[in-house]
């Protein structure tokens, strides 16, 4: 079991930027894929960015490349999303995912373990 804790979400101006991060416990992150997804309200949960346990690959969705920033400290344990140039439409719940698969994806129902999720809101 990994258990995953999200922290650093907020109330930004647009423009702004905001660093997230997701510690895990239970297990070692660096044989899992690690990625971050957001859910607005009455939307469905929406892919944003992983990093392959090989942490030079990474994947972004398209309404964020560009913009933000995934990374992975395995020796902390963490992954980190940094988002810069924020845009009210990126408000949302942002989730933290980790998945043992070899191949990443981009569908949220594929990962296996989930954080409870940090509020992120940028406003016009």
């Known amino acids: 079991q990994v258990q995953l804790v999200e922290s650093g979400g907020g109330l930004v101006q647009a423009g702004g930027s905001l660093r997230l991060s997701c510690a895990a416990s239970?297990?070692?992150?660096?044989?899992?894929?690690m990625g971050w997804f957001r859910q607005a309200p009455g939307k469905e949960r929406e892919f944003v960015a992983a990093?392959?346990?090989?942490?030079?690959?990474?994947y972004y969705g398209d309404s964020v490349k560009g913009r933000f920033t995934i990374s992975r400290d395995n020796a902390k344990n963490s992954v980190y999303l940094q988002m810069n140039s924020l845009k009210p439409e990126d408000t949302a719940v942002y989730y933290c995912a980790a998945d043992q698969a070899s191949v990443v994806s981009t569908t949220s129902a594929r990962w296996d373990y989930w954080g409870q999720g940090t509020q992120v809101t940028v406003s016009s």
């Open positions: 239970g297990r070692t992150i660096s044989s899992y894929a």
């Open positions: 990093v392959h346990r090989r942490a030079s690959i990474t």
